[in-house]
Structures are given as C-alpha cells and as structure tokens.
C-alpha cells in the first residue's frame, strides 16, 4: 500500500493548502493531452484516491493514526453527503476545466489588427490654420499574395482529421467516481478545426506582411503638441483578413522664433525705436495673416500691449472658425552709439524736461513739465531739422 502523503509529495504536517496545490498540480500533469504515458491513468488514481483521504479531516486522522485506508476510498463513512465523497471528483473540475471557458465550436483565425501610433511634425503657422499633410505608414497590410487567406494561392483550409471541425475532443479520464469525460482544444488544429496544409510563402500562413503606404491626413486647426488625429480603419490589418485597426496621428508642433503660443492666443514682441514711441507712430507688422498695422501713441511705454482680435490660433473643433487673439507686445528701444549731434540733442531735451544730464549734475525743473503739448512740439521740430 502506498503512502498517501509520499504519492502527493507533501509532508505529514502539511496544511489542507498544501494538500490541494500539490493534488492539482499533480493531476495537470497526468492529464492525457500532455502524458501519454499508459500508466498515466493508474497513477492518477493513485492520485486522486490519496487527495480523497487527506483532503478529509477525518480520514486524514484515522489514516494518521492507524495507517489503515479500508473503508476510507470512493464513498467511504463521508457518504454522499459529507464533502469526503465529492471533494476528490471537484477537484477534478478544478484541474482540467478552469479556465477553458466553457467554449463551443471553433475558434476563428481572424483577429482584429492592433492600432498604430506616429508622430507628425508640423509649424505653428500650420498649427494655426490646419493643413493637409501625406504621410508614410510602415505597418502591416493584408498580404497580396493570398489576400488574407493565410493559404497558398490555389488552396484552402481543409477540415481537422482529429477532431472533425469541432476545434475540441473530449477524452476519457478514469477517476474514482469512474470514467469522466473533459472538453479540450483540439492540439492538432490548435482549436481551430481546419488545418492549413499549404501555408503562404509570402505571409507564412499570417495574411498579412509589413509595408508602407501614404495617407492623406487632415489636420484641423487648434491642434497642439500632443494632439491626436484619429484614422479609423487605418491601423495594423488584422491576421487572417481580419478587419484592421485604427491610425493615430499625434502632432508635434515646432517653435516659431516670431511668435510664442499660449492656448488659442498668439503672441508677438515687437521692438519701438523711442522716438517713435514717443512721437507716436503706426508700426507694420507681418503676420500669419499677411501685414498688419498697429497704432503707437504719443508716449508709449515699454511693456504696454497692443490686440489684435481673431488673429491668433484656430479653435480646435470649432464649427465656426473661431480664433484666438494676436497680442503685440511694445518693447521699447534706446538708442545706442550715438553720435556728437545726437548727443547734444538728448542733452538740450534732458535740459528742458528738467531730467539729469549726462555728467549726473542735477538740473533744474522746469515749469514746462506737465506741458506735453509744448514738448512734443519743440522735440518734433528739432527731428525735423534733422
């Protein structure tokens, strides 16, 4: 007689854990698809009849205490109503059909293609106004050669031997309750219930070979680094003519040394010399629009900002063709390297609007400040004889 707890190969104090792990790992490997050892069978009884005596609290202790099995196999004093009777048989479900998910009929060759990803560089000015760009796709595409059917031209899927078409083959498998009969996947078709006997050479029996192809992509305006343009159906094919998957076209926008972004507004730094900004003056200014005027008014100060309405970036989705704004920001200049007459003629309006000279002697205020009017004059004039 042998030992239950040597046939299980776990310890005398091994927990009821223990005892079922080492039971179904044990069974997997006597199953039929994967022994074909002729003696699988009786050792799987040998198997299961020992999980039935330790698997039971009580069997287990007479057992232990007497090393006598009579009397504790098949139904024993669990009758069939005690767990003992049916503890081994559910197991049995447990190791051979967990997981097969109750299958019926063949599984298909089709599967659906995965979805692709590439990156497309465009320019803020595309960015603002969309655009349409050809691209290059290396992705996989339906096989020329058999047109997705995985066969040598010519051929076809012919229906499995072993399992007739039904992709399963139910097996005997002898247990102490007697002969239980389990559903698996047929290993001669993998499941499939037909057999390619002349694969592609092309594809190699996958209907599908890589490639690439050129696509015509819209890209609205408003997009953004980041943003993702979905092509529906453009993606990978799938195997064995499956439909494909889809294309997603993710825009990286390029930095623009004129113009900054920020949201849907555009923005702009546009330098002033000072005595335009303080003569006042109309500047021209290019822009993703074409030339645009933007008034500087008598004694402008650096940093003020200039809008331009509906001259910024387009909406992203919107149906009327809304953007956003472009701000023109006035950066005033100093003149530098000047010349002697230059000079004088800063130091004569320094003198005159009472500000500190050039050598950092204080001079005296004037009652002319406040008096722009006057001011503005006299400075024009002095310019104009230039």
Request: aromatic fraction near 6%.
């Amino acid at each position: 007689m042998s030992d239950h707890y040597q046939t299980l190969g776990v310890s005398r104090d091994a927990s009821a854990e223990e005892i079922k792990r080492a039971y179904r790992k044990k069974a997997r490997t006597l199953h039929p698809d994967v022994n074909p050892s002729p003696d699988a069978a009786d050792e799987f009884k040998r198997v299961a009849h020992a999980n039935d005596v330790l698997s039971d609290p009580e069997k287990r202790r007479i057992y232990d205490a007497t090393g006598d099995e009579n009397g504790q196999s098949g139904f024993g004093a669990g009758g069939f109503g005690g767990a003992g009777g049916f503890g081994g048989f559910s197991d049995i479900f447990d190791a051979f059909f967990q997981g097969a998910g109750g299958q019926q009929g063949p599984k298909s060759r089709t599967r659906q293609g995965q979805d692709a990803l590439i990156t497309e560089r465009i320019s803020l000015q595309e960015a603002v106004f969309g655009t349409d760009k050809r691209i290059t796709v290396d992705t996989a595409v339906v096989c020329p050669e058999c047109n997705g059917s995985c066969c040598q031209p010519g051929t076809e899927p012919t229906q499995c031997d072993i399992c007739g078409g039904a992709g399963q083959v139910r097996q005997p498998i002898r247990s102490p309750l007697g002969t239980v009969m389990t559903v698996a996947p047929c290993n001669a078709c993998q499941g499939f219930g037909t057999v390619i006997k002349n694969p592609c050479q092309e594809c190699y029996g996958q209907g599908r070979v890589r490639d690439k192809r050129q696509l015509n992509v819209k890209i609205p305006a408003g997009v953004r680094t980041g943003t993702r343009i979905r092509l529906s159906g453009q993606g990978e094919a799938g195997t064995a003519g499956g439909p494909n998957g889809d294309l997603y076209v993710e825009t990286r926008v390029q930095s623009d040394p004129s113009f900054r972004r920020d949201g849907d507004d555009l923005h702009l730094v546009v330098r002033v010399p000072m005595v335009a900004a303080t003569l006042g003056t109309t500047l021209k200014i290019d822009t993703f629009d074409g030339p645009q005027e933007v008034p500087v008014e008598a004694g402008t100060q650096s940093g003020r900002t200039r809008v331009l309405p509906g001259l910024g970036a387009g909406k992203l989705n919107s149906r009327d063709g809304a953007r956003g704004n472009l701000v023109v920001h006035l950066e005033i200049e100093t003149p530098t390297d000047l010349d002697d007459q230059q000079r004088s003629l800063l130091e004569q309006l320094a003198e005159l609007r009472g500000e500190q000279s050039h050598t950092g002697t204080a001079v005296s205020t004037s009652n002319e400040r406040g008096h722009g009017g006057g001011f503005f004059s006299r400075l024009r004039d002095r310019f104009a004889e230039q």
